[in-house]
């Protein structure tokens, strides 16, 4: 009689918290998780932001750029190589009004790529309108195993506006003697 009683009797009070259980988590089921419409919408909202932020961080780096490098005063040294054959190139130094504002030590990879007709910006600065020299330092080896170390200087206006500077690097045979010469692009 005992079974039968507890079959079709009062819920247990483990029974009832059972069911308190299981109907709170259903509830909180259907009252929290959001629907497929709400998802989707969240998921296009996200996917904006994302967009908006890659956009802002487009508008940072030029802005940036304005305030380090202003276009009025923004002076920018490239080197290239004359003849491809003429030096193996082992480091440059650069130096404007005595200041030293580069050094760079050159790898086969980097050498090739000059070789090939590659251009290398050396430096990018401010400098205020006016007389100024660029001082080239190099040190190379001539195809007859010679280690060479040259300086040049190159005396230029800084006017408004962008200024663009070439340094090309040019041994001819018999000497292979290294020549520098500087070009200043408009």
């Known amino acids: 009689m005992f079974a039968a009683e507890q079959a079709t009797g009062p ?8 069911l308190t259980v299981i109907f709170l988590v259903v509830l909180g089921h259907t009252l929290f998780s959001p ?49 491809k054959d003429a030096l193996m190139l082992d480091s440059v130094e650069l130096y404007v009004d005595d200041t030293p504002v580069a050094s760079h030590l050159y790898s ?15 430096y990018t600065g401010n400098l205020p309108h006016g007389d100024h020299v660029l001082k080239t330092v190099l040190t190379a080896r001539a195809p007859d195993d010679r280690y060479v170390r040259r300086e040049s200087t190159h005396r230029f206006r800084k006017q408004p506006g962008e200024s663009r ?3 090309a ?16 692009w408009k």
């Open 11 to 18: 819920v247990s009070s483990r029974g009832r918290f059972r």
């Open 35 to 83: 629907s497929h419409a709400a998802a989707d919408g969240l998921d296009a909202e996200i996917s904006q932001l994302k967009a908006d932020v890659a956009s802002l961080a487009v508008e940072v780096f030029a802005l940036e750029e304005d305030i380090l490098h202003p276009a009025d005063t923004q002076v920018t040294v490239f080197l290239t190589l004359a003849r």
């Open 108 to 122: 086969d990879r980097e050498l090739t790529a000059l070789e090939q007709g590659g251009v290398q910006q050396l």
């Open 169 to 184: 690097l040019d041994a001819r045979a018999p000497d292979y003697e290294p020549q520098v010469s500087f070009r200043e």
């Open 165 to 167: 500077i070439q340094v």
